[in-house]
């Protein structure tokens, strides 16, 4: 894993079936994304490896199977 401090190229692509596919450097085999606005909104999508989503404030609803489950401060979901 990778900590960097300046922007890196990576493209996120969702296609038809809503599967995500991410085109990272290869170098880089995960990355850490830093959301940090409230209006930013994820089209609906799945990943066929895992996603770690950790909030540091705020509150964001996250949708799981159809169903809306909220994220607070100080949360972990997997």
Request: proline share 10%; net charge negative; charged share 20%.
């Amino acid at each position: 894993m990778a900590a960097v401090s300046t922007p890196m190229p990576y493209n996120t692509l969702i296609g038809p079936d809503y599967r995500e596919e991410n085109a990272y450097p290869k170098e880089y085999p995960g990355l850490v994304i830093i959301h940090n606005s409230l209006s930013e909104r994820a089209r609906a999508h799945w990943h066929p490896g895992l996603e770690f989503v950790y909030s540091s404030h705020g509150s964001c609803p996250f949708i799981i199977d159809g169903r809306e489950t909220p994220l607070d401060t100080g949360d972990v979901l997997l």
